[in-house]
């Protein structure tokens, strides 16, 4: 027994650093994976256009009697245009105003396409000091929309809900028209509806982009679906890039409505990116909870190694803390969430509209408590997900949404 036991306690990291090596150990295997795929799709198309350039080449060579090595050197040349903004056909000018507006824009936003790069060195030198702080202040403000619109969604969710249970007449009357006087006690918007809306709603921005792009840009139907992804993503391969044309019919209209769709594909491409990443933590939780049961059969009641709530496997909630141990009588974790109902929802609107600004004092004071090793405090808003702290955008989504529990 004290041989199990002693097993249990070196199994027993810091959980965020056990969540942290495992997301990375799939994160690898996810990677690994993917080039697996991406290799047998796209090898053979690689091949085949290897062969059919090298024909053309040594056809091109003997019917106009050049060498392969002038053709080469040539064909380097006309690379090095290219990098430059140089097109056989006749673009829009890279560097005009309206140019450098949309290479800055994809800068800031991390876009990155690469059809528009500077090539003089004080260019070069400028972008680095340009896009440290315009890189920052658009992450700032995409995390800063993605508070104002979990707000929103939960408030929208809730009205809903309200409107729902009146319909039912299971609110008292006297309540009928005032909804401060009562605040739906014990309910929260779920996360996976979030999850959904934000979803639906990326599909409906790409969706409608891809409609503009299509007849405007001359592409099908499917790349243009594939450059919303790409780009809204972020990504940006720069294979598919638009605006580039001379010239187009509505010019300002089609520039203008190009700039919208990007503003907000990219805003709801990362909330939604943030509120998945609750649900794969939720995932981590659960992976995590089943291997230390695995490895420590004697940890199963007490829930040893997360001692966290999560959605994947309900269930009443234990009462002892790590390694079996009954938690403090002090703990303000217990007492604030006692009684609540967590399962698939969020934290209340009550805790959401307090907590609506970022702070950067605690900000700063979790980075300062991480790097001096300090023990974090571990206050209610933290107890009701599973992430115990966070900067940043993860910061945001512990104010904004609460991991799913298993005990109602």
Not at 89 to 101: E, I, K, S
Not at 388 to 397: D, E, K, N, T, Y
Request: hydrophobic share 45%; with cysteine; glycine share 8%.
């Amino acid at each position: 027994a004290a041989c199990i036991s002693e097993c249990c306690r070196s199994l027993h990291l810091n959980e965020d650093n056990g969540r942290f090596l495992l997301l990375a150990i799939l994160i690898l295997l996810y990677l690994l994976c993917g080039a697996a795929v991406f290799s047998a799709i796209e090898r053979p198309s690689e091949l085949q256009a290897h062969g059919r350039w090298n024909g053309t080449l040594l056809n091109f060579s003997e019917t106009f009697n050049i060498s392969l090595q002038d053709l080469n050197s040539f064909l380097r040349e006309y690379e090095a245009a290219i990098a430059a903004g140089i097109r056989a056909d006749a673009l829009r000018p890279r560097w005009d105003f309206t140019g450098a507006f949309y290479f800055v824009g994809t800068v800031v936003s991390t876009i990155g396409f690469g059809m528009t790069t500077p090539v003089t060195v004080a260019g070069k030198v400028f972008l680095i000091f340009y896009g440290l702080l315009g890189c920052a202040a658009t992450i700032l403000f995409f995390n800063l929309f993605l508070e104002r619109i979990i707000t929103l969604l939960a408030v929208v969710m809730k009205a809903v809900r309200e409107r729902r249970i009146r319909n039912s007449g299971l609110l008292p009357p006297g309540i009928h028209h005032d909804f401060s006087a009562y605040s739906l006690p014990g309910w929260k918007p779920s996360v996976y509806h979030v999850m959904l809306i934000l979803g639906l709603s990326a599909i409906t921005i790409s969706c409608c982009a891809s409609a503009m792009y299509t007849p405007v840009e001359g592409w099908a139907y499917l790349d243009s679906l594939y450059f919303c992804f790409v780009t809204f993503s972020t990504i940006g391969f720069g294979d598919f890039v638009s605006s580039q044309n001379g010239a187009y019919e509505y010019q300002s209209l089609y520039r203008l409505a190009n700039f919208l769709f990007m503003l907000m594909g990219v805003c709801c491409i990362y909330s939604l990116f943030n509120v998945i990443s609750i649900v794969i933590k939720q995932v981590l939780n659960w992976m995590l909870q089943k291997m230390s049961c695995l490895f420590c059969q004697r940890c199963n009641k007490a829930n040893a190694f997360l001692g966290r709530r999560n959605a994947i496997r309900p269930g009443s909630r234990s009462r002892k803390g790590r390694f079996g141990r009954p938690p403090d009588s002090d703990g303000p974790c217990d007492s604030d969430t006692e009684g609540r109902r967590l399962s698939g929802e969020m934290i209340s609107m009550k805790e959401l509209t307090a907590s609506n600004k970022v702070s950067l004092a605690i900000m700063q004071k979790q980075l300062s408590e991480s790097a001096n090793g300090y023990p974090r405090t571990v206050c209610s808003s933290s107890c009701h997900n599973g992430f115990s702290g966070g900067v940043g955008a993860l910061g945001i989504m512990n104010n904004r949404l609460a991991e799913t529990s298993n005990s109602r």
